[in-house]
T-cell receptor, first 111, second 115 residues
Framework: GEDVEQSLFLSVREGDSSVINCTYT??????LYWYKQEPGAGLQLLTY?????DMKQDQRLTVLLNKKDKHLSLRIADTQTGDSAIYFC???????????FGSGTKLNVKP | DTAVSQTPKYLVTQMGNDKSIKCEQN?????MYWYKQDSKKFLKIMFS???????INETVPNRFSPKSPDKAHLNLHINSLELGDSAVYFC??????????????FGPGTRLTVL
């Protein structure tokens, strides 16, 4: 359950879509989350998905979960400069009271 | 109204000293956490308390000792500080323990610099 991996950097132009990817190893993961960290601040929950779902949409955010490949993605439509931040995926495991964050992906949005 | 607050925001100290970081939440949550975020932004959970009981205790040197006097407070005491302890320490809280649908609310962080 400790291996939650993300690519470290992503750069996009304003108005494009951003896709941030995450892979995890533990099949007992129950909930998977996306958190956002703006510079100098703590993390804020953006969205989460329960492990029996494939997709969740929330305004500009779309979360896709591929359980077979243990792959989670966050798509941000119409990316804005205010979306520049570090995005962390995280997983929790129902039976073991565990919670793990990925390494974080720094999203840079160019005007 | 600050939901999760930490003091101090910045802490600069010499190697070998003992220091404490305090955390308070006014959300009425049952679970609190301490995380360490290193210079590469890797975020690692250190401890979690649920109703004042320790439920997560990751591999952390025993120089780090959490203390939860009540559900609203989780303090972190660090003995014999080392250079490698320099990091940003985040406190967080959630209504549920980590296993459930668990939105965590984070404090603003304490930047610890050990010289």
């Amino acid at each position: 359950g400790e291996d939650v991996e993300q690519s470290l950097f992503l750069s996009v132009r304003e108005g494009d879509s951003s896709v941030i990817n995450c892979t995890y190893t533990d099949s007992s993961s129950t909930y998977l989350y996306w958190y956002k960290q703006e510079p100098g601040a703590g993390l804020q929950l953006l969205t989460y998905i329960f492990s029996n779902m494939d997709m969740k949409q929330d305004q500009r955010l779309t979360v896709l979960l591929n359980k077979k490949d243990k792959h989670l993605s966050l798509r941000i439509a119409d990316t804005q400069t205010g979306d520049s931040a570090i995005y962390f995926c995280a997983e929790s495991e129902y039976n073991f009271n565990k919670f793990y964050f990925g390494s974080g992906t720094k999203l840079n949005v160019k005007p | 109204d600050t939901a999760v607050s930490q003091t101090p925001k910045y802490l600069v100290t010499q190697m070998g000293n003992d220091k404490s970081i305090k955390c308070e939440q006014n959300l009425g949550h049952d679970t609190m956490y301490w995380y360490k975020q290193d210079s590469k932004k890797f975020l690692k959970i250190m401890f979690s308390y649920n109703n004042k009981e320790l439920i997560i205790n990751e591999t952390v040197p025993n120089r780090f000792s959490p203390k939860s006097p009540d559900k609203a407070h989780l303090n972190l005491h660090i003995n014999s500080l080392e250079l490698g302890d320099s990091a940003v320490y985040f406190c967080a809280s959630s209504q549920e323990p980590p296993a459930g649908n668990n939105e965590q609310f984070f404090g603003p962080g304490t930047r610890l610099t050990v010289l």
